[in-house]
């Protein structure tokens, strides 16, 4: 593992946002079955499937649109 300091204080400022704004990251864990369900429903294009962040920004879309409701 390297060690990178700078971007340590950039981890921590955004880690101390997110807890302003009363978010959290949570790891969640995905087959290609709950990427092809996302994919239907049309929360996520299949060509950002292998996209870490796009997966991320779909699932917290689509439950942001359930909670609304």
Not at 5 to 26: E, F, I, L, S, T
Not at 37 to 44: E, F
Request: with cysteine; glycine share 8%.
């Amino acid at each position: 593992m390297l060690n990178r300091p700078d971007h340590v204080p950039d981890r921590h400022a955004r880690y101390r946002a997110r807890q302003r704004n009363g978010k959290a990251v949570y790891a969640v864990e995905l087959g290609g079955e709950e990427l092809d369900w996302l994919i239907k429903l049309q929360w996520l294009q299949e060509c950002e499937a292998s996209e870490k962040a796009a997966v991320g920004r779909a699932i917290g879309a689509m439950l942001a649109d359930a909670a609304r409701r």
